[in-house]
């Protein structure tokens, strides 16, 4: 990847719809590089995100007058949402991308949308590897929506607006590490054998793609996860080894309840010039 100082960055106005976990450390990443809009639902979050933007703006995505004046003369836009509950899918991920969309004909200046969603669309692949040119299989409604997320998103890429698609692993980082994410499951029987293949993204790597994309203009799915994979048991196994707790315990007789289980490769990423600062989850 070219060092950031030798990429010719023009300040952008950038617009962060979802200001949680990702949305925040992206915003500090270009505040001191691009004008920074980002949005919250509840007002009482104002204060805690100030330092992090320029402006801060309360607003729900289905308003759409609202969101149509808050996007003029914004060039960039980062769909970074998280639904609050499964029922909540819907309206966070697939409503807001039929509001974007709806809008593009009235926001002329919006050159790039960049999204974060889930290698969860690749579904059961059985642990084979995946890639970008893999036929998603989507289990259940979340992974439909999603599904159908991306696919609304890609269609509205033009000539002249790039709309870049990322499949996230699971997160971890400062504040969310795996011992922390899985300390209930230590000494739990847990179903299946752990074999399962397990993809993570550590938050810097999240942050760090998000803005090549900006610098580089990318268009297209890309798989945003570690080099390497793992599987979920290596993964409870160095929790508990962590933590000094007693291990997971697994039942084969019963089957995984994961409703997806895929190698991810993000050789598309690293060929296209991104250099992965965490290659995998697991130290040692």
Not at 149 to 173: H, K
Not at 179 to 190: D, E, L, N, P, S
Request: proline share 6%.
């Amino acid at each position: 990847m070219l060092p950031e100082e030798a990429v010719g960055v023009e300040e952008m106005n950038v617009f962060i719809l979802g200001c949680g976990y990702v949305g925040r450390a992206v915003a500090a990443r270009w505040r001191s590089v691009h004008q920074v809009t980002v949005t919250t639902t509840t007002p009482a979050k104002v204060a805690e995100l100030e330092p992090l933007a320029h402006r801060v703006e309360v607003v729900h995505s289905e308003n759409l007058i609202r969101v149509r004046s808050l996007l003029q003369n914004q060039h960039l836009l980062l769909l970074s949402m998280g639904a609050p509950h499964p029922d909540a899918y819907e309206r966070t991920y697939l409503q807001t991308a039929k509001t974007i969309v709806s809008l593009l004909p009235d926001l002329p200046n919006l050159r790039q949308i960049i999204y974060t969603g889930s290698y969860a669309v690749y579904g059961d692949q059985q642990g084979a590897w995946v890639d970008e040119t893999t036929p998603i299989a989507p289990v259940g409604d979340k992974g439909r929506i999603l599904a159908e997320t991306e696919n609304l998103l890609l269609s509205a890429a033009t000539p002249t607006r790039q709309v870049c698609v990322f499949r996230l692993g699971g997160i971890f980082g400062p504040g969310r590490e795996l011992t922390q994410i899985f300390r209930r499951a230590v000494g739990t029987t847990r179903p299946g054998d752990g074999k399962d293949a397990a993809n993570w993204v550590h938050l810097d790597d999240i942050v760090g793609a998000i803005d090549f994309a900006c610098h580089h203009a990318l268009t297209g799915v890309y798989n945003l996860v570690c080099t390497e994979p793992t599987t979920t048991g290596a993964v409870l196994d160095q929790v508990c080894r962590e933590l000094g707790a007693p291990p997971v315990v697994w039942d084969a007789s019963q089957p995984s309840q994961r409703p997806y289980n895929a190698r991810v490769s993000n050789q598309k990423l690293r060929d296209a010039g991104y250099q992965f600062r965490c290659d995998r989850p697991l130290t040692g």
